[in-house]
């Protein structure tokens, strides 16, 4: 049974800068990150193949950085320059063949 385990979210203040981790239990093709604020759709924010290639939403373009450590079977991401639209429950996402995993979510919340 495939298992994503996230970790990272919390309150930090507009500019600031999170972390986020994600572990899965098994090696996956493609992993990223998606966000949902109340209200809205589960987006995209950032995805990764297991072979470097990166694909970023526009609204986080330069400010945020998604990274793997394959043997680990991890990703992370670096959020930097936050702002305030940017709170959202962020949901680590990976794919081995024709299966979808999701994480359960981790708060980030951007306030003053």
């Known amino acids: 049974q495939v298992q994503l385990v996230e970790s990272g979210g919390g309150l930090v203040q507009p500019g600031g800068s999170l972390r986020l981790s994600c572990a899965a239990s098994?090696?996956?093709?493609?992993m990223g990150w998606y966000r949902q604020a109340p209200g809205n759709q589960r987006d995209l924010v950032a995805s990764?193949?297991?072979?470097?290639?990166?694909n970023y939403a526009d609204a986080v373009k330069g400010r945020f950085i998604i990274s793997r450590d394959n043997p680990k079977n991890s990703v992370y991401l670096q959020m930097n320059n936050l702002k305030p639209e940017d709170t959202a429950v962020y949901y680590c996402?990976?794919?081995?063949?024709?299966?979808?995993?999701w994480g359960q979510g981790t708060q980030v919340t951007v306030s003053s």
């Open positions: 996402y990976a794919k081995s063949g024709r299966y979808d995993y």
């Open positions: 098994g090696s996956m093709y493609l």
């Open positions: 990764m193949t297991n072979l470097g290639t990166t």
